[in-house]
């Protein structure tokens, strides 16, 4: 081989795959052998971290995977997809409209959640107990972002979002069977109760701070938490965007034609 093509083929470096004619492999899996024999989670696995989980770790996967996949029309990444699927668009635009929307405050508490109990767990990494690492980190973390903490509380499900207790159970059993330790899941239920002590009312743990448990405790980064919920909304905007295809409609706006927004005169 040439030196120039050598340097062509050195522009897009990848260890995913491995592809020629006739020939696909992922991470060194001829894909006919994926095929049939491992789940869509693992697959995610092993495309975002080289390897193949065990079913067990792909298990708790999913469930993250598909706690995160709608939350209805109110949501800004569903309403927005429904809106664009009226606008003579394709199914594919529809989505990416969806799916664009999901940012730093609208998808991104995951990902800020699990750099919180990161944070907690270099501060246990230095002696105090969970109660005192929890407590400084969270006050830390009030001191750079605000008086929001992401992954706890809900506008919507007060006092409990029925799903972060359904995934801390999956979670601690998990963690009985060997899959996980566990340790992410004592540090979100003290961040929970340490918020609720400050505030004098429980407070919920919401999706975010559920699945940023799970993908903690699978070794995910933070930025690959938000990915996943990215991929898991996904699902959601796909099945709205279709939906509102079928419903048909011409433009629809934020709201119905007969309500008009506040004009605020700043004369």
Not at 71 to 87: D, E, F, L, N, V
Not at 158 to 174: N, Q, S, T
Not at 207 to 225: N, R
Request: charged content about 20%; hydrophobic content about 40%; aromatic content about 6%.
């Amino acid at each position: 081989m040439s030196a120039d093509a050598d340097a062509v083929r050195q522009w897009w470096r990848t260890s995913i795959i491995d592809m020629e004619p006739g020939r696909i492999a992922f991470r060194g899996h001829p894909i006919q052998d994926l095929i049939g024999n491992v789940s869509f989670g693992q697959m995610i696995w092993l495309m975002t971290r080289g390897d193949l989980p065990t079913p067990d770790q792909a298990a708790l996967l999913e469930c993250a995977l598909v706690a995160g996949v709608d939350h209805g029309p109110q949501a800004p990444s569903i309403a927005a997809a429904r809106m664009a699927a009226t606008c003579g668009v394709g199914l594919n635009n529809v989505m990416a409209t969806g799916v664009n929307m999901l940012g730093d405050v609208h998808g991104g508490a995951g990902e800020q959640c699990a750099e919180l109990y990161l944070e907690i767990v270099q501060r246990l990494e230095s002696g105090p107990d969970l109660e005192t690492a929890t407590r400084d980190g969270i006050a830390a973390w009030r001191e750079r972002h605000g008086k929001i903490v992401s992954g706890f509380g809900h506008r919507f499900h007060k006092p409990v979002d029925p799903r972060g207790p359904r995934l801390m159970a999956l979670v601690r059993d998990a963690a009985k069977n060997g899959v996980v330790s566990g340790r992410f899941a004592d540090i979100g239920e003290a961040v929970q109760a340490e918020i609720g002590r400050r505030r004098g009312t429980p407070i919920a743990m919401n999706i975010d701070g559920a699945t940023a448990v799970i993908f903690c405790e699978l070794g995910f980064s933070p930025p690959l938490s938000r990915g996943l919920f990215c991929l898991s909304r996904s699902v959601g905007v796909l099945a709205h965007g279709w939906e509102q295809m079928q419903q048909g409609g011409r433009n629809k706006g934020p709201m119905p034609p007969k309500y008009l927004p506040k004009y605020e005169d700043k004369a």
